[in-house]
């Protein structure tokens, strides 16, 4: 599973996606990967607010994530 | 809608040819709002903003909020876009506007396409001073 990485994100894991390896313990919903990422990445739990996209949609905590999913971590936006 | 709206994410910004875009016959009103880099935040000195998006996203939450405008307001024609890249100071980076028949449709909801913009796009700003750089609004 990729999940693309943008702004601060980007900066805290170092890449512009991060891969979980096929014989790790695959997050299963939003919640899952939030806690997996943050927990890989302490830095992300300290951003004032994380959110998941799923086919560039912002997804709730509950969301199921499938194999074939676009997933982002969108850090606190700060356009205009 | 679709031809009365235009999002764009672009690499340089020209505000200049806002009006002919929002032009239309039945609007007696424009409003337009332009952000542009300042040089000063909270007095420490900017040397210039660096912006990066997650484009296809941003273009769909783009075509939302300008999709909005349109069911609240009595809207003609709305304009969003938005720049990426490195930008100096006084340089624009955003540009919203509406036109409407009369002013306070394209007022408020000028307002609305900038506020929520600024909410809910993914669009990252670094402010890039002279010893540091610093990602806006991600920690608390």
């Known amino acids: ?52 996209a799923v086919n560039s949609e912002y997804a709730e905590d509950g969301v199921l994530l499938q194999s074939q999913d676009e997933i982002a971590l969108i850090p606190p936006v700060s356009g205009g | 809608m679709v031809d009365k709206i235009i999002v764009e994410i672009v690499d340089e910004l020209d505000p200049s040819g806002v009006y002919q875009e929002l032009s239309d016959p039945n609007s007696g009103g424009f409003c337009v709002f332009v952000g542009a880099v300042r040089e000063f935040t909270q007095n420490e000195q900017v040397m210039a903003l660096e912006f990066e998006t997650y484009q296809g996203m941003a273009i769909k939450e783009m075509t939302k909020i300008a999709q909005d405008a349109m069911k609240k307001w009595d809207l003609n024609k709305v304009v969003i876009r938005h720049a990426v890249g490195k930008k100096e100071v006084e340089e624009p980076v955003v540009v919203v506007g509406a036109s409407s028949a009369h002013r306070d449709a394209c007022f408020t909801a000028c307002r609305y396409l900038i506020d929520t913009l600024k909410e809910t796009v993914p669009i990252w700003k670094k402010e890039m001073f002279k010893n540091k750089s610093i990602w806006v609004s991600a920690t608390p």
Do not use: C, H, R, W
Request: proline share 4%; aromatic share 6%; charged share 15%.
């Open chain 1, 1 to 52: 599973m990729e999940v693309l990485l943008f702004g601060i994100a980007k900066d805290i894991v170092g890449s512009s996606s991060y891969t979980i390896s096929e014989n790790a313990v695959m997050p299963t919903s939003v919640a899952e990967l939030k806690q997996q990422l943050t927990t890989d990445f302490p830095e992300l739990g300290k951003l004032s607010s994380l959110a998941v």
